[in-house]
């Protein structure tokens, strides 16, 4: 079936890096734009970034950009989120979603999510 | 950036009820307005896409419409499973924008 599995989460210090990968099965993974999504604790959606279908094309939230880089290798069907100098607010269910259109073919949402990873950033 | 918000924050309601929810955008999205589920630790899921398009497999008591800056969201009998938080997104422009939320609890 259609699944997205992230991992690589965990308890990191301020300051350090981290690397999140997403795993997905069950469609053509790269005929779909991705997204990363996050959820701080008890806290509502904050989209992070964006990348295109064939990788050509990101878009960061202002929240995290120059600190974050998303890449994929469709070879492997993975999606990466690498981040950099964490802060505190970071801290946060991390979801990789499918682009709810092929090859960005419309502003459509966000039709398939992962279970999420945690990270939390503390010393 | 586009700021959205949702009114009203929470909904105390019961099965059966009618249940409308409001989302407004700071500047004009057209129809691109998506509404998603979300219950506690699960992840979210896709119920309307612009504006009033219904996703696969989302039962038709859910239905949405607006357009411009304002939105709703209307669950027309609600359901013991429809308890939960409800957000939208406008995917009119980067970078992508949720509201903060509206749950709906007994």
């Known amino acids: 079936q259609v699944q997205l599995v992230?991992?690589?989460?965990?308890?990191?210090?301020?300051?350090?890096?981290?690397?999140?990968?997403?795993?997905?099965?069950g469609f053509t993974f790269r005929s779909f734009g991705m997204h990363w999504v996050r959820q701080a604790p008890g806290k509502g959606l904050e989209w992070v970034?964006?990348?295109?279908?064939?990788?050509?094309?990101?878009?960061?939230?202002?929240?995290?950009?120059?600190?974050?880089t998303v890449s994929r290798d469709n070879s492997k069907n993975t999606l990466y989120v690498q981040m950099n100098r964490l802060r505190p607010e970071d801290t946060a269910v991390y979801y990789c979603a499918r682009d709810n259109a092929e090859y960005?073919?419309?502003?459509?949402?966000?039709?398939?999510?992962?279970?999420?990873?945690?990270?939390?950033?503390?010393s | 950036d586009i700021q959205m918000t949702q009114s009203p924050s929470s909904v105390s309601a019961s099965v059966g009820d009618r249940v409308t929810i409001t989302c407004r955008a700071s500047q004009g999205i057209s129809s691109w307005l998506t509404w998603y589920q979300q219950k506690p630790g699960k992840a979210p899921k896709l119920l309307i896409y612009a504006a009033s398009n219904l996703q696969n497999g989302v039962p038709s008591r859910f239905s949405g419409s607006?357009?411009?800056?304002?939105?709703?969201?209307?669950?027309?009998?609600?359901?013991?499973?429809?308890?939960?938080?409800?957000?939208?997104?406008?995917a009119d422009t980067f970078?992508?924008?949720?509201?903060?939320?509206?749950?709906?609890?007994i």
């Open chain 1, 104 to 122: 960005g073919s419309g502003p459509y949402g966000m039709d398939v999510w992962g279970q999420g990873t945690t990270v939390i950033v503390s």
């Open chain 2, 66 to 90: 607006g357009s411009g800056t304002e939105f709703t969201l209307t669950i027309s009998s609600l359901q013991p499973e429809d308890f939960a938080t409800y957000y939208c997104q406008q």
């Open chain 1, 49 to 68: 970034a964006v990348i295109s279908y064939d990788g050509s094309h990101e878009i960061y939230a202002e929240s995290v950009k120059g600190r974050i």
């Open chain 2, 95 to 105: 970078p992508f924008t949720f509201g903060p939320g509206t749950k709906v609890d």
């Open chain 1, 6 to 25: 992230e991992s690589g989460g965990g308890v990191v210090q301020p300051g350090r890096s981290l690397r999140l990968s997403c795993v997905a099965s």
